[in-house]
């Protein structure tokens, strides 16, 4: 993977390890091992920023992609989990704490100029997303994780 790919520089760029003491009272010490949240906010923002809804879609993606399973911290043998976990995720946060922490998560991204401008969808025409560097952009873009957030959850399957 060249130096220049964007996984790997945002891998060096941001440190997500505030997120283990901000979702520890989320995690037991018994039972099945849980999503790291630092692995579960990562594939959040792949999503982000790849403009991907779907949870299954999320895990299908990083399954193929060798920069995004370095990006999440997996070995290419690794086996990925299961899409369900994803939402099951976000639900366990409850939306008002995800919506909270993954917008710190985007904020950082933010502040380390790997992201800019907000998420656009194409039909058959290329356009550049998240280009813009206008300082302005960054409360749009905070804005958008809320919109991205709620995209998720009516993607979610009905309880």
Known sequence: MSEDNFYRRLKEAIDLSWLYKATAKYYGTEGQVSIDPVVFFRLMLIGYLENIISDRQIIRTVSLRLDMLYFIGYDIDEPLLWHSTLSRTRQLYG?????????????????????????????????????????????????????YSDALKEDEPAK
């Open 95 to 147: 939306e008002e704490i995800f919506k909270k922490l993954f917008k710190e998560v985007l904020k950082q991204c933010i502040d380390k100029g790997m992201v800019a401008g907000k998420r656009q969808s194409i039909d058959s025409v290329l356009v550049k997303a998240n280009a813009s560097m206008d300082s302005v952009m960054a409360k749009e873009i905070l804005q958008d994780a809320e919109e």
